[in-house]
């Protein structure tokens, strides 16, 4: 059976007032233990607003509890606080550059390095074919099995490609395999047809595999199923003395799994407070050409 809005309700008001064994979420939907267990893993990945924890798991007595997950304090140490504050006063990505987080994270839960970008024939600051060195992430999305939170600008990602393949290939085939995508954008009026290339996964898979809400953030980044969170960010010369005179890409990835909790909770108290992508669009496309005065 599909899950409604009117179980989901539901199920988060019965879990908001304290928590709940899987079994008593059943009784109380009237459905059997499995059902409910589904209804509320699908929550879970969905809002985030739910968490659960199974205690003796392995044997015949294990207990799986659901709980409210309080997002008005996602950070449990003055340092999480202190980013935390940084990247929501944030709005231009050079606002925030992941090294913040970086240099916190343990030397053998992390990896970064850095490319030089060369400057295109135009002689700009740097290529507007530069692909961001997507080739690495490719096999974290294709070997996604749950989940993909994505932080960008805009919907113009999905034309970076490697080996003729692109990464919006990359997403349809993840959403095929079932893999749910959550992304955080900017909705605006010049993205409005990438946007609308994204959301057509769900039509072509009859049923919403790929959630987009609109979010002006500093984060460029992908979360890979609670397992690795990926950064990147273009650092571009001011032409100041003793400065290296290069745009360089700098790309990192945090394997520690507190430090990607903690990014994974940070998104969805964004995601939740976010407007979604159709309302954003149907605002925007209220809009219309200006004729001058009659």
């Not at 988060?12 to 459905?31: D, G, H, S, T, W």
């Not at 924890?53 to 294990?62: H, N, V, Y």
């Not at 913040?100 to 060369?118: L, N, S, T």
């Not at 939170?149 to 290939?169: Q, V």
Request: no cysteine; aromatic share 12%; net charge positive.
């Amino acid at each position: 059976m599909v899950l409604d809005n009117k179980s989901i309700d539901k199920i988060k008001a019965f879990v908001y007032a304290k928590p709940r064994a899987i079994n008593e979420i059943a009784q109380m939907l009237n459905k059997n233990w499995r059902t409910a267990d589904r209804y509320v893993d699908e929550i879970k990945k969905r809002t985030g607003h739910i968490q659960t924890k199974t205690f003796r798991e392995g044997s015949r007595g294990a207990l799986k509890i659901a709980y409210w997950n309080n997002l008005e304090k996602i950070y449990s140490t003055d340092i999480q606080e202190k980013l935390f504050k940084q990247i929501e006063k944030g709005i231009d990505k050079q606002d925030f550059s992941p090294i913040e987080i970086f240099q916190y994270v343990d030397a053998d839960k992390r990896d970064g390095y850095f490319e030089e970008i060369k400057p295109d024939k135009k002689n700009k600051k740097y290529n507007e074919d530069y692909q961001y060195n997507v080739e690495t992430l490719f096999p974290l999305i294709d070997n996604a099995k749950e989940e993909i939170l994505i932080f960008i600008g805009t919907s113009s990602w999905i034309h970076l490609n490697y080996k003729d393949r692109t990464l919006f290939d990359a997403i349809l085939t993840a959403a095929k395999r079932g893999v749910l995508i959550q992304i955080l954008t900017n909705v605006n009026l010049l993205d409005k047809e990438n946007l609308r290339k994204v959301m057509s996964i769900n039509t072509t898979l009859g049923k919403e595999q790929v959630m987009i809400r609109h979010e002006i953030t500093p984060l460029r980044a992908y979360i890979i199923d609670k397992t690795v969170a990926k950064f990147s960010e273009i650092k571009v010369p001011k032409s100041k003395p003793g400065e290296l005179q290069k745009t360089l890409g700098v790309y990192y990835a945090f394997y520690d799994e507190d430090w990607v909790e903690w990014i994974r909770q940070m998104f969805w108290k964004k995601f939740q407070l976010a407007v979604p992508a159709k309302s954003r669009l149907d605002a925007l496309e209220s809009l219309h050409a200006y004729k001058g005065l009659k």
